[in-house]
């Protein structure tokens, strides 16, 4: 792995912490992911690339043929595209799913291990800066020129540009669902392969089993880390009705005590949103849930002061038919939903357009299998609120994307299968 100056880290944190979202002291861990996460992320596909491209599928006798189906690597250029890498860290990390850190193998893009020439990186406005920071730092350390390019912009006019243009073979596109049903519509017209990882409304099922010590603190940050702008962030909180209103209150406990501020502040545990657009649509959709019925039990308000801020939101008595509950609000807001029975809350949690993330609380190994085998949804934890692993797939059921990133089924997405017949004769 190269070596990074004391400056070039200090930039990158710095970057993540006042240029995006989160505290200082939070910081360090995207930070950290960027140079442990994504140097295991590039030497993980560095392995599968050996291992796959030499793999065959099967051969077979067909008549006077005989067949030979393996998995060979696309010929062309790759796009990557992340609307909401201007989540804090994210941009980073996403980064390092594009590019190989390995210095023994000359820094060449991850996809590069499956034939993949060049990445072009689209970077939105709002987050150029750390993609462009780390395209500098990788320039200095022994990139060679041309394998990775970032190009900030709008996405109407150059992320527009690039998803059309006939020379793109492959798109992954990271950001709402609303924009991946564009980029597949402008995909379909070159039939570019596509993958999309995209919104969620990730449910928190607990059951009155559960450890209650450990499911509050870890449920809080679980819609609340990156001041709730994280597609698996799990703001649906359903509770069997036993432990309803103690969960409730020790949620909100938890909740109104987070420490929202300047993310340079080291006692900071919540920095600001992103933008003055996506506060207000907080705000839009805290009112909708009153309005829907939902009842505050804190948060809401907006801090004196500078900065895009919102102090994090409990609605609780929260109907899972409401918009509130229905549409992907990505801030600070989540949504107490009481259940009864197992089979009720399977059917609430599915009751969604949403596929992607989502965690089961229980001491029972057999309701918790159940209960996973039932969720339509493509990650789920029991007992946490981990979602994301290098050697797992990662990925979402229904409108919340196609296709899987990291684990060896992410090597599916930069490949194809080609079959060849030999003649015998």
């Known amino acids: ?106 820094l060449h893009s991850v996809p590069a291990r499956f034939g993949v020439a060049a990445a072009l990186r689209w970077a939105r406005v709002h987050h150029a800066l750390t993609a462009l920071a780390l395209a500098d730092i990788l320039t200095e350390v022994g990139l060679p020129e041309g394998t990775l390019s970032v190009l900030p912009g709008p996405g109407s006019s150059v992320a527009g540009a690039l998803i059309s ?26 039939i570019a392969r596509v993958s999309l990882e995209l919104g969620g409304k990730s449910a928190n099922i607990v059951f009155a089993d559960a450890d209650l010590d450990t499911c509050v603190e870890s449920s809080v940050w679980s819609v609340f880390d990156n001041a709730g702008q994280d597609c698996c962030a799990r703001s649906r909180a359903f509770i069997q009705r036993p432990i309803y209103e103690e969960f409730v209150e020790r949620f909100a406990e938890r909740t109104a005590s987070i420490a929202v501020g300047d993310p340079l502040d080291e006692s900071t545990e919540m920095g600001p949103l992103i933008s003055e657009g996506q506060r207000r649509t907080s705000l839009e959709y805290i009112e909708i849930g009153l309005q829907e019925g939902a009842r505050k039990v804190t948060g809401g308000d907006v801090p004196e002061g500078p900065g895009f801020f919102l102090r994090p939101t409990v609605l609780a008595d929260v109907d899972n038919r409401w918009r509130v509950a229905q549409e992907e609000i990505f801030g600070p807001v989540a949504c107490m939903i009481p259940f009864d029975s197992e089979e009720e809350v399977v059917r609430l ?26 969720i339509r949804t493509g990650v789920l934890s029991v007992n946490s609120s981990s979602s994301v692993h290098t050697e797992a797939p990662f990925g979402g059921y229904k409108r919340s994307g196609i296709g899987r990133e990291m684990g060896m089924h992410a090597v599916n997405l930069y490949t194809e299968v080609k079959n060849v017949y030999f003649s015998e004769v």
């Not at 599968?48 to 099967?58: F, P, Q």
């Not at 596109?173 to 402008?186: I, K, L, N, W």
């Not at 949690?349 to 039932?374: E, F, H, M, P």
């Open 1 to 106: 792995m190269p070596r990074y100056t004391r400056r070039q880290l200090a930039v990158l944190l710095l970057l993540v912490a006042a240029a995006m979202l989160n505290p200082l002291c939070l910081a360090l861990a995207p930070v950290a992911l960027v140079f442990l996460v994504g140097y295991s992320y590039t030497k993980y596909f560095t392995w599968a690339s050996h291992w796959i491209l030499g793999l065959t599928d099967g051969m077979a006798a067909v008549g006077g043929w005989i067949a030979v189906t393996g998995r060979v690597e696309p010929p062309a250029l790759v796009l990557w595209f992340a609307l909401t890498a201007w989540i804090a860290g994210f941009d980073l990390l996403y980064a390092c799913q594009d590019v190989d850190f390995d210095r023994a193998h000359g």
């Open 165 to 190: 243009d006939p020379r793109v073979a492959k798109i992954s596109f990271t950001g709402s669902t609303e924009v991946g049903t564009q980029v597949m519509r402008a995909a379909a017209e070159n």
């Open 349 to 374: 949690a599915n009751d969604t357009v949403y596929g992607l993330s989502g965690s089961i609380w229980t001491q029972n190994l057999g309701r918790a299998i159940r209960v996973a085998k039932a």
